[in-house]
T-cell receptor, first 118, second 111 residues
Framework: GAVVSQHPSWVICKSGTSVKIECRSL??????MFWYRQFPKQSLMLMAT?????????EQGVEKDKFLINHASLTLSTLTVTSAHPEDSSFYIC??????????????FGDGTRLSIL | SQKIEQNSEALNIQEGKTATLTCNYT??????LQWYRQDPGRGPVFLLL?????KEKRKERLKVTFDTTLKQSLFHITASQPADSATYLC??????????FGGGTRLMVKP
């Protein structure tokens, strides 16, 4: 299989706190990882694409200084929500694509992180 | 702009029947299309992928069709079971592994 582990599964913290979310591919190497945000009853919205060893590519409207992404190895990417505010509360999901795979490949998703900012 | 439409209303069917979900798109020429299942509070799970040059793909009780002229994909679940109840997402992909997701359709299979 292709297992992606995301941690933590939920976070509740005060406004102004920075929160780090980890995404790990457990049984495969992932050249590319993706970070999504999902609001209730809405679709997944791509925030950024994370490539191992290089800077992330952010989608239009996503603040790169607000959502820091690091992809230090082929099995780990992290998303840090800096100085989080209530409007950042959402469901954040990561996914990973296998190393060497290019195009026509499924993405393997973590189980998401529910972030609640008080 | 690109637009992917899935029926936002829930689809309610009786156990044993065939569920058919629709995914329509505009202003897009995808290299492939994928279907995912998402349960509440969980990440999506990959089900099927169909490429632009394929008309139909099957996997066990699942069948996907892809009509690039109509710009539409149909997703069928035959002999549906209550355990099939979930939200089903279609996603269009380009050659670079980038996916754009539809809003999903919630399927409810009643025993």
């Amino acid at each position: 299989g292709a297992v992606v582990s995301q941690h933590p599964s939920w976070v509740i913290c005060k406004s102004g706190t920075s929160v780090k979310i980890e995404c790990r591919s457990l049984d495969f190497q992932a050249t590319t990882m993706f970070w999504y945000r999902q609001f209730p009853k809405q679709s997944l919205m791509l925030m950024a694409t994370s490539n191992e060893g290089s800077k992330a590519t952010y989608e239009q409207g996503v603040e790169k200084d607000k959502f820091l992404i690091n992809h230090a190895s082929l099995t780990l990417s992290t998303l840090t929500v800096t100085s989080a505010h209530p409007e950042d509360s959402s469901f954040y999901i990561c996914s990973a694509a296998r190393q060497g795979a290019w195009g026509n490949q499924p993405q393997h998703f973590g189980d998401g992180t529910r972030l609640s900012i008080l | 702009s690109q637009k992917i439409e899935q029926n936002s209303e829930a689809l309610n069917i009786q156990e044993g029947k065939t569920a058919t979900l629709t995914c329509n798109y505009t202003n897009y020429s995808p290299a492939y299309l994928q279907w995912y299942r998402q349960d509440p509070g969980r990440g999506p799970v990959f089900l099927l992928l169909i490429r632009e040059n394929e008309k139909e793909k099957r996997k066990e009780r699942l069948k996907v069709t892809f009509d690039t002229t109509l710009k539409q994909s149909l997703f069928h679940i035959t002999a549906s079971q209550p355990a099939d109840s979930a939200t089903y997402l279609c996603a269009l992909g380009d050659a670079g592994n980038m996916l754009t997701f539809g809003g999903g359709t919630r399927l409810m299979v009643k025993p």
